[in-house]
């Protein structure tokens, strides 16, 4: 099976599914990460995401953040 496939089937899942999915694929690959990490900093990404789940914050559209940052180096 072809990665564009395996993207088209999975586009295809309930939202539910596909985020069970993209938990998944994520632990499999922040194990490896984990294991190079300062404590602190990997229990601070803990927390943050924990917050991103609860609702407690809301994320920021990464367009939304690129124009911001493009507004601020054409502004130095």
Partial sequence: MSIDQLTA???ALPPEERETLVQ???ESLSNEE???MDPEYLH???RRA??????VVQ???HEEVMREVQRIIECD
């Fill in 34 to 36: 984990e294991e190079h």
């Fill in 24 to 26: 998944t694929l994520q």
């Fill in 59 to 61: 994320g920021i559209p």
């Fill in 50 to 55: 924990e917050e991103m789940r609860a609702g």
């Fill in 44 to 46: 601070e990404i803990q």
């Fill in 9 to 11: 089937e999975a586009l």
